[in-house]
């Protein structure tokens, strides 16, 4: 039944809406007669013309020199084999969408219906006028080496099967890394290879460019060990070969004093004796997906002085094709090189390895749920979301190709390069993906206070099956198994409580007695506190209160301002807080912005703003971002003497008289936050010159909700809130109306929001599987 759901979670995502993941958007103004009469006739025959005088001007008046081809003829998907073009399509499109999110490359997916290599090449090289570059996906071997190389030769635009070629730079770059750690050689170490398909002859090619010896390597395939009187090998092959008075050794044979086992091949073919039998200080690359060769786990149970990586997100040192493919070809598009050579792909394993070197972010460390991660046996390559691989990656190779002169175009300040590479996505782009990340290395308990709301009881299954949290549902139980059993979720797993129910009557009592105690002398009394703890809010808030669960997320079926009342009761605020304040996060192609106050506070005096502009920015550095603070007026530094006008440069002060460290300026008109020549024109002293903004602060209420709604909805932008701000546990507080997507990125809040609240081992997490909850 769970498998069934998940298969079809997975074919609503890709069936809801616009069928698809991908859309054509228009990047010039097309809404007058004179836009289309310069979109298309008669204006558009200018560029035309000045592209058949020149046709390097292709890359000026069109979109080819951002442009990528994903190609594909369906004969080898992910793990399914040959399943043809069309059933391929939806992969092709997901390697579009990393291609994007990743790099800021457009592109279109294309499915050939062609098995012959001879005719794919030639449908291919026709359709070179078009694109900027072709990433060849998903192509069976031995057809892909043909097909590569002979589109290599015949075109003048960078070509890469990622396939063979990602694997072996995001590899050769954690070899290198790993190899300085054990203090070996790569002209002295023997290598063994588990798997002669597309991967792994790229991969091992590599490492002998590297400085790996021939005679240093022995290869399996399916068939057994490479060997010279085997008459299925190529000419590559040939060179791997071992004499054939050794063919009949076996992988274990191979594995004594190994110093490197790399496997692309299957799971669980490698032992613990396998591993105990290699050379000192040995490195094992495990990377078939989803089981290894063998795992993490076993793997360092049998050698402590393992270095290990594998293909999995849930272990260290993942090799990832994501670290390679966008970047090499941002890079490659940048000089319009005619080629991806030898040069540019090493030059990327070295930038990758360098990189591994350089101090963290924070963003990256709070992804990873880590205080410091730093070079060493568990880190020797990059994390999938580190901002600044875009910066690094793409400059190495754009260098690379300008060095070995197959680049078109030249770049010549290497400073600003990066900088516009930086802007194409924003350094904090990636804020959602490293919240999700960090949620899922230490899920939280989690009450979904409204679960007989259809939209809650979905987000509560996609949070468990997505290793979010543990959801514990409150309501009706009879309504929550009839709307699950109505709309197919699995519930069977998740603990519900109803609240109004004898089962729980001494809790309710417990409950009671503790609210009494807290708000006795603020009009409560013991019949009423009774009768609150039949209230799923006030029941879930208790919970939390008492440290059963972690986290509480409540609503979407109340008004905002009914559910913050029993939070104030209940919870109360944090240390040295005296209001709470609402926060929501707007993702933008500039990066994350954050907003507040547009949920709480109606008309904040100045000391309140400037408590609501510390709070928010704290929480942006929770997030891992350096806050730079823009207080918003209708005024710019004093040019209107009115008075919300001067309570926000009374606000302003206070912030810096109390965090003189903090980046923030106001009042400031929101033109000016965002318009850096614009200030820095008219007001060069302001704090905010050079700086990119990423928070707002509203002056009231109105101004933070009003500008939200116009922001989220105008711009179709995604975001997640509000945020509660304040609270002294982890509370979460849904709108009206919250859809299902929303449910989930503020259930990743709440885990969040627990994480740094209330810090605990996973041994500290687990115990709360005993809790009485799970044993109604």
Known sequence: MQNELKKQQALEYHAKGRPGKVEVVPTKEAKTQRDLSL?????VAEPCMEIY??????YKYTAKGNL?????????????????PEAGKPVMEGKGVLFKIFADIDVFDIEINETDPVKFCQIVKALEPTFGGINLEDIKAPECFYIEQTLKKEMK??????????????????????????????????????????AGMSLIQLYIALGAQYHNVTMFDKDGVLHSDRTDLDEVKQKFAVD?????????????????????????????????????????????????????DLAIDARQDLIMATGRTDYPNQVNNVLGFPYIFRGALDVRATTINEEMKLAAVHALAELTKQPVPDLVNLAYNEKNITFGPTYIIPKPLDPRLLATVAPAVAKAAMESGVARKEITDWEAYKLELNKRLGLDNQLLRVIGQKAR??????????????KVLKAARICLDEGICYPILLGDEKNIRDLAEKNVIVINDIPIIDPKSDAVQAKRNEYAEIFFNKNGRKGYNIYEANRLMKDRTHFGLMMVETDEVDAILTGPSKDYPQLIKPVINIVGTEKDVKKYAGMYIIETKRGPIFLADATINYNPTADELADITLLVANEV?????????????????????????????????????????LIVDGDIQGIMAFNNELLKENYPFSELIDQNVNTLVFPNLAAGNIAYNLLKELGNMDSIGPVLLGSKKAVQVLQLGSQIRQIVNMALIAVLDAQMKNPKTKSECEYRKNSWYYKQ
Do not use: C, W
């Not at 005088?53 to 292709?58: K, T």
């Not at 190899?179 to 002669?196: D, H, P, R, T």
């Not at 063919?247 to 591993?275: H, P, R, Y």
């Not at 730079?628 to 926000?648: R, W």
């Open 621 to 661: 550095k929770n997030f891992g971002i350096k806050p730079k603070v823009a207080m918003l007026s209708y005024s710019n530094f004093g040019s209107s003497k009115g008075t919300e006008a001067k309570l926000v440069a009374k606000a302003r002060n206070i912030v810096k008289e109390r965090q003189p460290d």
């Open 68 to 84: 990528v081809a994903v190609i594909s003829n369906g004969t080898a998907v992910l793990g399914l084999g040959n399943i043809g």
């Open 244 to 296: 054939p008075s050794l063919a009949s050794i076996t992988l274990a044979d191979a594995m004594k004093d190994a110093d490197v086992f790399v496997g692309v091949s299957v799971g669980n073919v490698v032992t613990q004796e396998m591993v105990k039998s290699m050379a000192e200080r040995p490195i094992i690359f495990a990377m078939a997906n989803p089981n290894p060769e063998i795992t993490y």
């Open 157 to 198: 635009i960078p070509i890469m099967h990622d396939d063979q070629h990602g694997t072996a730079i995001i590899s050769a770059a954690a070899l290198l890394n790993a190899l300085e750690i054990q203090q070996k050689e790569i002209a002295k170490i023997k290598i063994v290879i588990n798997g002669a398909g597309a």
């Open 53 to 58: 005088r020149n046709p390097e001007d292709v």
């Open 39 to 43: 979109a298309y006739s008669p204006g």
């Open 441 to 454: 290395k230490d899920p939280r308990h989690v009450v979904f206070a409204d679960a007989e709301n259809l």
